[in-house]
Structures are given as C-alpha cells and as structure tokens.
C-alpha cells in the first residue's frame, strides 16, 4: 500500500525513494508488526476474558498445568492481524508471493479458529475431528501448491534443491512440486499445532526460522549476492525478506504476553497457520530441506506423537511418558522454563547449521 502513495510522493522529492529499499521496508515491516501486536495485546486479552475464551486444560496431562485452565487462548489472532496489516502496508502488491502468504494466512487461520470455536463452544479439548482438520488442510495445502504452480517462469522452481552441496537438486516437475507442497504445508502446520504446548515454547522457534529465512529470501532474490554466493536466484523472492521480517516482529510482540507465565496462549488459529506460513515461505524460495533441518525441534515433537501412537497400538504401553515430547520431560522433573529454553537453543544452533549451508557449498 505504501508503495503506492510512495510512487506520488517520488514525484515531488526524489528523496523518497529511499523509502522503497527492500531493507529499509523489512525493518519497517518489523517494527509495525510489533508495535500493532504490543497496541493490541492488553486489548485483546481483556476482550478474551470478558467472553471467557479461555484455555481448556486435558485432565490427563502435567499437573502444574491444571492452573493454566481459563487463561485465554486464540491469542494468535494477534499475530495474524499484525502481520498481515504489516505486509499490506510495507509490502510490493505487485508481488505474487505477498498475496499467497496472505492466501496461506487466512486459509489456515481459519482451519485452527474452527477448531479453536468448538473447543469453547463445548467447553472440551476437543475441537473439529482430526479427520475434518486433515481434510481441510489437504484442500488449502494443494490450493496453495497449485497457485505457486502458476508463478513458476523457470523449470528451476520446480527443482528440490539440496543443502551443503553445490548445484545439486532433484527434479520435480509441476506436479511433484504441488505434492512436495502438500506435505511441507500440513506437516509443517501440524509440527507447530503440537509443539504448541508450553508457554512460548513454539513462538520463539517460528521467530528464530523466520530470520533464516529472511536470509536465504533475500539472497536468492539479488543476482549479485546469489551469485557470489552459488545460490540459485529467483526473481520476485526477495519481497519474501520483508514478509519474514513482519513475521518476526508480529512474533516478539505476542512473546511479550506469551513468554512464562503466559497471559495468553495462541491457540490453533495461530500455530495452524504459523507453521503454514513458514513452509510457504521455504518452498517459494526452494529450502524445505533446510526448514525440516532448522524446525528439528517440531520435527522431534511430531515424530514422539507418532512413535507414541505406533507403540501403543502394538504394545499397550507408553513409549514416552507423555507425548509430545515436551510433556515427557515435564513428565521426568525438568521445570517448565527450562525445557522451553532449552528446545530455543536446540533450534538456534539448528538454525546456525541451516545458514552455515549459505557459504558451505
């Protein structure tokens, strides 16, 4: 939207220009994000408690979070209007790439308000069935996979590029990039639904990835540095280092209220959409090997779900003491900062390794 007004106001000093630096739109970007979320977070949370929207606590989980039950939840809202007031306003609406991030935000945003609704409306955990989530995360993960089809201007966007190694990818083709697409979207979204379980335990690992992939979206998107650095360019990209750039500050500013004790929780319509987001982001710029690589900790908690079902079935017994992950070691005795503290420095030094694959190639 700016970049409209700012075509007006180059017609009367040239000095304006400035203004439409992709870096300086970035740090913007980033700085209205935060302070529209930090504007609206008392706000907000006063409105959750006077509609008592508050947090549904499983009876079978960790004792010390029985106290967490009628803390209000659906907190994500926050960051989704931050963000994408954000984007509209310091964004290039000439980009594609913005409004498919704005496609994945709504789409998904949906989908986890939703479950969030029946889950206060019949006062239960239970939300929408697991079954009509999937469901509808397959039609918004292959709508999304097919409209990222239609940028597509060389075969070089159809390819799975690998990290640490230079010039080599897979070939995909359009319709294996769309089932690529499909899985790094669910799966990703539903990796960040379940690591969503401590307080403030997903938002800083979404804030750390997020500043990766601003990164590799800006490299990728300048020949020079692309080229220099034996990354292959992609056209249009570079808009992504602003998106990612509001994404951050949308993410501190809900951390402010999210961090332990938390005020607020997120809830799906938040995480849902979140890890949407982040899987968008990498396959645009081609990097979803690197996003399962700096998301080791989603990764983790996913895959404890898994075995935890897996094993059950077979066994009738407990593989972990609790799943996801993050509920076995509270389970074990480790306090509830320390294991949220301690999965953030397991996804920056994740993170470290992913962008180490910038220059080792």
Known sequence: MFLEILNFLTQIDSGFNVISYLTLRAVLAMLASLVISLTLGHFFINKLQQHQIGQIIRTDGPE????????????????LLSFIASILIWGDWHSPYLWIIVLTTIIFGSIGFMDDYQKIKRQSHHGITARQKLYSQSIGAVIIGLIIVTTIENPLQTELLVPFFKDVS????????????????????????LTDGLDGLAIMPVILISGALALFAYVSGNYNFSNYLNMPFMPGTGELFVVCAALIGSGFGFLWFNTYPAEVFMGDVGSLS??????????????????????????????????????????????FLMAPLHHHFEKKGLSEPKIIVRFWMITLILVLISLASIKIR
């Open 64 to 79: 010390t979070h029985l106290s967490k039950s009628g803390t209000p939840t659906m907190g994500g809202l926050m960051v």
């Open 274 to 319: 979140l890890g949407a987001i982040l899987a968008v982001i990498a396959i645009l710029i081609r990097q979803e090997i690197l996003l399962f690589l700096m998301g080791g900790v989603f990764v983790a908690e996913t895959l404890s779900v898994i075995i935890q079902v897996g094993y059950y079935k077979r066994t009738k017994e407990r593989f």
């Open 170 to 193: 897979l070939a995909l083709g359009s319709t294996g990039l769309v089932i690529l697409a499909y899985f790094v979207i669910v799966g990703s979204s539903n990796a960040v639904n």
